[in-house]
């Protein structure tokens, strides 16, 4: 039967065998009543959830949320304390103060040596600890015997905790007791310069730095280690094994096939690398406690003892918004070096 | 002197000068916990002696069974496998879903999201102190493990998305489709195909977040105040006095704390690499 516009549609209605008409929708069942509200929003409801519009939502909620509930709530308070009074010992504390703590410390000379206090240490954590990590790499992906011991033993930095790493290195780095400093004497200094007496390190101004970069160093390099080693790994071998044929050297395959294919790992471990230190400021804390001085006092361990100590909390809030700030800036660089590598893939 | 044999000689330096090389390395590397075994073989008084020994001068495990004299060391080292395993629980799985979202399905807000879970992974813990200890007050979770257990999670999640993210972009989606076609929905189809063939990834994630639990110090220290529920890393701060320290029962207890997650490194040490492998690679 034709259906056109306007006609009337005929259907043939289905005729028992006594004749009796068989009801097309088995009693019982409604369609869209009002009766039946909750039945129809269940169905509803259950059509979204199968038809996958709100999987993903369903699926990266319980995530996201953790995340929102443990940094970024955190991260709103901060914002609010950094601009109210907060120190915690005075009447005053909950009183606006705007962006008075943020012109304190743009004035205050001695956070601007702290600040770059913070991005040399940590600099040169990031940069010894990519040198380490990217030595052992490279050494460990050519070693044909113990292959699996030798990677076991150069993670185990990593396996220690921060500040007992940092507690035995100060152990270790002490002018008396210390292993290190008898050993560099011994073997080292004295037959080369003459020199008498013991070794000072952890609490001189100019070496100061160096005890901390090296701990630092110590221990995110098995991170590296393992970043670099994987990346190797992943290099197709028939590509060296072309350029041999091709008659090109040891040097010249390192420069053209492995660091290209490196690129892009190399730059995020030494962003994370870089980050993480930044932010990280335990073995500081154990092994100078800010250095003789300031001169290892860094912006983390600034923020601790504004709060901790002084009960400080708008100076020290605003102190960590503009590392916030800063680090921002250097996650736009990741996100960037990330998102031109999955465009590029992972190759050259 | 024929070319041949100085090809063998050449080759015999550099194999002299790489495994010498090596050699250096690996004390460097190892140095502080070779330290660490010396000095827990030592008694007390051996500890200090000037000059001073990378060998102990009497080898002894006395500081083995007085280290429990301090601290209860196995009580924390079972309080923080609890609050290990369980971070490391729910955070891979939470960033499992999370990644397996990002990296399969199309929605509106993929993108931004992505970028605000990587930018979390770089604040200061010093700064969200306070507001993270206001907040496990308010809900009553202060002096517990679940709120330890939920703060870590919080924390380890960007960084767990972000590795899971790259595992899971290498398997293919044909193998999805495939499952798709036969008739599983997206949960099945994730579950059955993708999680087994996902194991070295999650292998490598739960290592990362186990160890990264495990050390923490900060948070372990001010979030929780009973003596009994204390993890091992605070608890190790108890036999550092200020005027004396117990330095080779705390090498001891050190050296017994690092053994747990040593041996679960080891043990998933093959799938951790070929893991960062595949994750590490397309980011």
Redesign the interface.
């Known amino acids: 039967m034709a259906n056109r516009r306007g006609e009337a549609k005929t259907v043939s209605v289905p005729l028992g065998p006594k004749g009796e008409r068989i009801p097309l929708i088995p009693s019982g069942e409604k369609t869209f009543q009002h009766e039946n509200m909750i039945a129809h929003l269940a169905r509803v409801v259950l059509y979204h959830l199968r038809s996958e519009k709100l999987l993903p939502y369903a699926l990266a909620g319980p995530p996201v949320l953790m995340v929102l509930f443990v940094i970024g709530y955190p991260l709103v308070s901060n914002v609010w304390l950094s601009l109210h009074h907060g120190h915690l010992a005075s009447p005053r504390a909950n009183e606006w103060v705007g962006l008075e703590h943020y012109l304190t410390i743009a004035q205050d000379p001695q956070l601007r040596a702290v600040a770059l206090n913070s991005l040399t240490l940590a600099g040169g954590t990031a940069l010894f600890s990519v040198l380490i990590g990217f030595t052992w790499a490279i050494v460990l992906n050519q070693i044909k015997h113990f292959k699996a011991g030798l990677q076991v033993l150069v993670l185990t930095p990593w396996v220690l905790s921060g500040v007992i790493a940092a507690r035995l290195w100060l152990w270790l780095l002490d002018p008396i007791l210390g292993l290190v400093n008898s050993w560099l004497v011994r073997f080292l200094l004295h037959p080369l310069f003459g020199f008498e007496g013991n070794l000072e390190l952890t609490t001189r101004v100019q070496t100061a730095g160096l005890t901390v970069i090296t701990a630092g160093a110590w221990r995110m390099s098995p991170f590296v280690f393992v970043m670099i080693l994987a990346g190797l790994q992943s290099i197709p071998q028939e590509l060296y094994e072309a350029a041999m044929v091709d008659g090109a050297s040891g040097y010249q395959r390192f420069r053209h096939i492995t660091l290209p294919f490196l690129r892009f790992i190399l730059g995020i471990v030494t962003l994370l690398t870089f980050v993480w230190s930044f932010n990280d400021f335990s073995i500081i804390i154990v092994m100078t406690k800010g250095g003789p001085g300031y001169s290892t006092m860094v912006l983390p361990f600034r923020v601790y003892r504004f709060i901790i100590d002084g009960f400080r909390l708008g100076i020290g809030s605003a102190l960590s918004m503009l590392m916030v700030l800063f680090l921002s800036l250097v996650a736009v660089a990741y996100v960037r070096l990330l998102r031109r590598q999955s465009e590029e893939g992972s190759l050259l | 002197m024929s070319i041949a044999i100085i090809y063998k000689v050449l080759k015999g330096l550099k194999f002299i000068f790489?495994y010498s090389?090596?050699l250096a390395?690996?004390t460097?590397?190892?140095?502080?916990?070779l330290?660490?075994l010396s000095l827990s073989f030592r008694t007390n008084e051996d500890v200090?002696k000037?000059?001073?020994?990378?060998l102990p001068p009497r080898f002894t495990l006395v500081s083995y069974v007085s280290m429990l004299d301090f601290a209860q060391v196995f009580l924390y080292i079972r309080n923080t496998t609890f609050v290990a395993m369980g971070a490391t629980a729910l955070a891979v799985t939470?960033?499992a879903?999370?990644a397996?979202?990002?990296a399969r399905?199309?929605?509106r807000f993929?993108n931004e999201?992505m970028?605000?879970?990587?930018?979390?992974?770089?604040?200061?813990?010093?700064?969200?102190?306070?507001?993270?200890f206001?907040?496990l007050k308010n809900l009553g979770l202060y002096d517990t493990h679940a709120g330890l257990i939920?703060?870590y999670?919080?924390?380890t999640?960007?960084f767990c998305?972000w590795m899971l993210y790259g595992y899971f972009?290498t398997i293919p989606a044909e193998l999805e489709d495939a499952a798709l076609i036969d008739g599983c929905?997206?949960?099945h189809a994730l579950a059955k195909v993708i999680m087994p063939l996902a194991l070295p990834g999650i292998a490598a994630t739960a290592v990362f977040v186990m160890?990264a639990v495990?050390?923490?110090?900060?948070f372990a220290s001010l979030f929780i105040q009973n003596n009994d529920k204390w993890l091992i890393?605070p608890g190790?701060?108890t036999f550092?006095g200020q005027y004396w320290s117990a330095?080779n029962c705390?090498a001891a207890a050190?050296i017994t704390?690092?053994i747990p997650?040593?041996v679960a490194?080891?043990l998933v040490?093959r799938y951790?690499?070929s893991g960062?492998?595949?994750?590490?690679?397309?980011?």
Do not use: C
Request: net charge positive; proline share 8%.
């Open positions: 790489l090389v090596l390395g690996l460097f590397v190892l140095l502080p916990v330290y660490a200090m000037v000059p001073p020994q990378l939470l960033a879903l999370g397996y979202t990002f399905l199309r929605f993929a999201l970028v605000l879970l990587l930018m979390s992974q770089m604040f200061p813990g010093a700064s969200l102190i306070v507001p993270l206001k907040t939920l703060v999670t919080g924390f999640i960007p998305t972009k929905s997206r949960l160890l495990w050390n923490e110090f900060t890393t190790l701060t550092i330095v705390m050190a704390a690092s997650p040593l490194f080891i040490r951790f690499i960062l492998v595949a994750g590490a690679l397309k980011g």
